[in-house]
């Protein structure tokens, strides 16, 4: 059983899922995609078909039925995530979850919950976790080399070029807006960062009166004794550099976490020195995350973020939206 591949299966034929997630499986060794779901049986068949998947299932609860199905991926829209991750837990399968895992704490509090009466995996689905320039930057950042860390800066966005009302990402009573959408992600690497959520969060956003939902906003979050800015929208075509600052020296990202290839993705200042960091590393962050999980129901080793909290990201993503309606710094 160790040397076959991880049996999975998708709830839900989402565009990250068609498009990124489930191409992305095939280059992880470890894993065999076995079977998807839809509410709608000729969509999930269409999908099967398009993608060479065995089995399609016209609901959510028939696939978790399946015995074969060990792992599942959730691509479901945001307000879904909790129901479905703990309904897959119960039924026995270790859960991969698309960010964010939920909408609030209170619901990510619910799913460790559940998670450890259980004993299944479920992880929060951050491909930019296995970014190699991210996980460097947190290596560095950590390592000491830029003393006391004082202040970060991270942007996550895309542009949006129609507003679509069809589209779940503006929809609000399923969890739309650009911080659970994109703003999650810029939160997520500073955590990594900083080792720890921060504990006050004052933020302003760009409100759509017509979606009620946030299209852009920015952060200021008080990690004690270190200070952090955080942007993030549907407004522009790119995330934007990042910077760690520490009393002895910085760390920058001039092309965010991707650089064109040959060009520097960091450059560290140290002591008067600047040293351009090449990162040639490619790795496909969808693929690594199916393959590490897989790995992990396999026992050849516990997933790679098996201990970072379900919890810390949505406190500050709480705090940030309380503090848009009040106007002024929240606790986290």
Known sequence: MGDQPVRWGVLGCASIALDRVIPAMAGADKATLVAIASRALPKAEQAAARLSIPKAYGSYEALLADPEVEVVYIP???????????????????VLCEKPIAVNAEEARE????????????????????????????????????????FM??????????????????????????LYDMGCYALDAQRLVAGRPPIRAWATMQWSERFDVDIAGTAMLDYGGLMGTVQWGFNVPWGGPFSVIGEAGRLTGPYGWGAPAGEP???????????????????????????DLSEAVRG?????????????????????????????????
């Open 153 to 178: 800066h991270t942007v996550s966005s895309f542009l949006m070029t129609v507003q679509n009302p069809e589209d779940v990402r503006l929809q609000a009573s399923i969890g739309g807006g650009a």
């Open 111 to 150: 799913l460790e919950a559940v998670r450890d009466e259980t004993g299944r995996y479920c992880l929060e689905a951050y491909a930019s976790r296995f970014n190699p320039v991210q996980a460097r930057a947190v290596e560095i950042a950590r390592s000491g080399d830029l003393g006391e860390l004082r």
């Open 300 to 332: 050849l080793h516990p997933p790679r973020f098996v201990g970072e909290s379900l919890v810390d990201n949505m406190r500050t993503i709480d705090a940030c939206y309380e503090s848009q309606r009040s106007g002024r710094a929240e606790a986290v």
């Open 76 to 94: 479901l829209p945001n307000g879904l995530h909790v129901e479905w991750a703990i309904t897959a837990m119960r039924a026995g399968k270790h």
């Open 265 to 291: 993705a960091m450059l560290l200042q140290v002591g008067g020195a600047t040293e351009r960091i090449v990162v040639a590393e490619t790795i496909n962050g969808y693929t690594a995350e199916v393959q």
